[in-house]
């Protein structure tokens, strides 16, 4: 074990083995094995967005198989998904890759200001398929928000006896919330915090602009000059706000853009004391040699080697 992952793990004493062992599996896996760097790969976009959106510009991507073999060959810590998809690959794939269930999904077939998911698996089913973790998503600001915390906490405590790790991403929406201030620095703070709160081991948060939304919140920011004019200095402020950094915090990658802006975002985020990128359509969308590349190049960065 290296001094790094065991200095990880000293954060979760509270956390029985079987939960410490898992995180070991996810931290000592793939090209940034030990390095208590992640790269991850999601693939939740058909149950979010739809399938032609995310899958048509990269047809094999329709087979839930390809992904498996992506995260594999690309050296991913772990891939993350839905019941379905994690089904459709699990026997054919069985140890080759730590696995994460994404446990809700939200659609957009209905539009609502006010977003909560769906619970679409169990931890019963993740133990089955032999994962690691499961995934949950919560929106701080919705209305609904009260009952997804409470979902919440019960499936980490459910989770933790039974000694699987807790992925959760905190996306703030609601219909109190600004456009802009999904990203505020101020709110996706605050949504890391509490998802920490809630006994969360690994964070999944949006990368944040310097936007401050909440005006209580923006008197503190400005009167004691917490720095966030570069990425850098953001992403450790988000850092700083689980516990001092005693929480593993991952950034999205958000929507298919360009590789230069992707990769100026991995430094940043590598700069700015992050644990790495959870990075699905900006690979998947790519052709399968292109996407490789991609994300080794993301490796690489995380690595210190670019």
């Given at each position: 074990?290296?001094?790094?992952?065991?200095?990880?793990?000293?954060w979760y004493?509270?956390?029985?083995p079987?939960?410490?062992?898992?995180l070991?599996?996810?931290?000592?896996?793939?090209?940034?094995?030990?390095?208590g760097k992640?790269?991850?790969l999601?693939?939740?976009?058909?149950?979010e967005?739809?399938?032609?959106r995310s899958?048509a510009v990269n047809?094999?991507a329709y087979?839930?198989r390809y992904h498996?073999?992506l995260?594999?060959d690309?050296?991913?810590?772990a891939?993350a998904?839905p019941l379905g998809?994690?089904e459709?690959g699990?026997a054919d794939?069985?140890?080759?890759?730590p696995?994460i269930l994404?446990?809700?999904?939200?659609?957009?077939?209905?539009?609502e200001?006010?977003?909560?998911?769906a619970?679409?698996?169990?931890?019963?089913?993740?133990?089955r398929i032999?994962?690691v973790?499961?995934?949950?998503t919560?929106?701080p600001?919705?209305?609904?928000?009260?009952e997804?915390y409470?979902q919440?906490?019960?499936v980490?405590?459910?989770?933790k006896?039974?000694?699987?790790?807790?992925?959760?991403?905190?996306?703030?929406?609601g219909?109190?919330?600004?456009?802009p201030?999904?990203?505020?620095l101020?709110?996706g703070a605050?949504?890391a915090?509490?998802?920490?709160?809630l006994?969360?081991?690994?964070?999944?948060?949006?990368l944040p602009t310097?936007?401050?939304?909440?005006?209580?919140a923006r008197k503190?920011?400005?009167?004691v000059?917490?720095p966030?004019?570069?990425?850098?200095e953001?992403?450790?402020?988000?850092?700083?706000?689980?516990?001092a950094g005693?929480r593993?915090v991952?950034?999205?990658?958000?929507?298919?853009?360009?590789d230069?802006?992707v990769?100026e975002?991995a430094r940043a985020i590598r700069?700015?004391?992050?644990?790495?990128?959870i990075?699905?359509?900006n690979?998947?969308q790519r052709?399968?040699?292109?996407?490789l590349?991609?994300?080794?190049?993301?490796?690489?960065?995380?690595?210190?080697e670019?």
């Amino acid at each position: 074990m290296t001094a790094r992952v065991q200095e990880i793990l000293s954060w979760y004493r509270s956390d029985n083995p079987g939960v410490l062992t898992n995180l070991y599996r996810l931290l000592n896996h793939g090209r940034l094995a030990g390095t208590g760097k992640l790269v991850i790969l999601p693939v939740d976009q058909g149950f979010e967005h739809g399938p032609a959106r995310s899958f048509a510009v990269n047809e094999p991507a329709y087979d839930p198989r390809y992904h498996y073999q992506l995260a594999i060959d690309a050296g991913c810590n772990a891939y993350a998904a839905p019941l379905g998809f994690l089904e459709a690959g699990a026997a054919d794939f069985a140890g080759q890759i730590p696995l994460i269930l994404k446990l809700n999904s939200h659609d957009v077939l209905h539009k609502e200001a006010d977003p909560i998911s769906a619970v679409t698996g169990s931890v019963r089913d993740a133990l089955r398929i032999g994962c690691v973790a499961v995934g949950f998503t919560i929106y701080p600001v919705s209305v609904h928000r009260v009952e997804m915390y409470q979902q919440l906490r019960e499936v980490i405590a459910e989770a933790k006896s039974a000694g699987l790790a807790s992925v959760v991403w905190s996306y703030p929406r609601g219909s109190d919330l600004s456009k802009p201030g999904e990203t505020a620095l101020d709110v996706g703070a605050y949504a890391a915090q509490i998802a920490a709160q809630l006994g969360a081991h690994l964070i999944k948060v949006k990368l944040p602009t310097d936007h401050l939304e909440q005006e209580d919140a923006r008197k503190v920011y400005e009167k004691v000059n917490v720095p966030r004019s570069t990425l850098t200095e953001r992403v450790r402020h988000v850092v700083q706000s689980t516990f001092a950094g005693r929480r593993i915090v991952i950034f999205s990658g958000g929507e298919k853009t360009d590789d230069a802006a992707v990769f100026e975002q991995a430094r940043a985020i590598r700069d700015g004391g992050g644990f790495g990128s959870i990075i699905g359509r900006n690979a998947f969308q790519r052709e399968r040699t292109a996407a490789l590349e991609f994300l080794g190049n993301i490796m690489k960065i995380y690595a210190g080697e670019s």
